[in-house]
């Protein structure tokens, strides 16, 4: 239930919404035809709800009406695994043509010294390959929550806070299913393969893993994963903002590539990551936003 007097479009104004026979302060954004509705967020709440997000991820998972998304999930990872090797030989070859160089450089940035050893904070790419295979590793994202939540807190918007903290759950999620799928499916990487495709060893154990990690982690892409869950979580809060989506699938369409091109993923691991990072962001916004027609707002 949402109270207060109705605005004009395109205007954001602070309301009230009974949950569960309580009342909470929100603020309501008309955005064409809906009213996107937040409520103040907890500062620990990506952390606290990521149970409730992986118990509706699975039930998202595992209904009927997501039977076609897994059928295409399915078969697009079975022939890109069947021509895995083909697919990265040419992709290198198209990147040497071009002088896209595939060896990953940097430059220290940022760093601590700790129990005697070096610990990278943050690394300066020194090639164009490796400066966009970074753009995936999450620290875009998490910049860009970071400036949303400073804008949220100055401004008191409750959406640009509730999605700084709905990315951040949406990746936390993300990076706990993918690395533990990625021990659980010990697929090697391009950079490690002793056959073409990359041998795959199920269910290694996780000293062998952590022996060495570019053996067994492929599959499937956290990289990819985490692109898709942050790039969604963004879209859906600022749907209006429509370059979101393309820009955001053009960099992941070329980190794609550059992770094919550097070795560290074959084309295979990519669609069951895409969709594990879709239904992580749908379901962290769905918990996290009130979405009513606005002819139900008053």
Not at 29 to 56: C, E, M, N
Not at 104 to 133: F, R, S, W
Request: aromatic fraction near 10%; include cysteine; charge should be positive.
């Amino acid at each position: 239930m949402i109270c207060a007097a109705k605005p004009l479009m395109g205007q954001r104004y602070d309301s009230t919404i009974i949950v569960n026979g309580k009342e909470k302060t929100a603020q309501v954004y008309l955005v064409g035809s809906q009213g996107l509705v937040y409520a103040p967020v907890k500062g620990y709440h990506f952390i606290t709800r990521i149970p409730a997000t992986f118990r509706d991820a699975a039930k998202e998972s595992f209904s009927r009406k997501s039977l076609p998304a897994w059928g295409a999930i399915v078969a697009s990872s079975a022939i890109l695994i069947w021509q895995d090797q083909n697919i990265t030989n040419q992709v290198r070859s198209l990147c040497s043509d071009i002088g896209l160089d595939r060896t990953e450089v940097y430059k220290d940035a940022l760093y601590v010294h700790a129990g005697g050893k070096k610990l990278d904070i943050y690394q300066i790419p020194q090639n164009l390959n490796t400066g966009i295979y970074q753009l995936g590793e999450g620290l875009p994202p998490l910049l860009i929550s970071a400036g949303l939540l400073t804008y949220g807190l100055a401004k008191h918007d409750l959406r640009a806070t509730s999605t700084a903290s709905q990315a951040v759950q949406a990746m936390l999620m993300m990076g706990i299913t993918t690395q533990l799928l990625k021990r659980l499916s010990g697929r090697e990487s391009p950079e490690s393969s002793t056959a073409d495709g990359g041998i795959w060893r199920p269910f290694g154990s996780w000293s062998a893993y952590a022996k060495k990690v570019s053996a067994h982690d492929a599959f499937p892409s956290g990289h990819m994963g985490t692109m898709m869950a942050a790039v969604t979580v963004f879209a859906d809060n600022y749907p209006e903002k429509r370059w979101i989506r393309p820009v955001g699938y053009g960099i992941m369409g070329l980190c794609g590539l550059a992770m094919i091109n550097n070795g560290v993923h074959w084309a295979g691991d990519y669609p069951f990551a895409i969709g594990l990072g879709y239904v992580s962001a749908k379901v962290t916004v769905k918990m996290n936003r009130w979405v009513k027609g606005t002819g139900k707002i008053r």
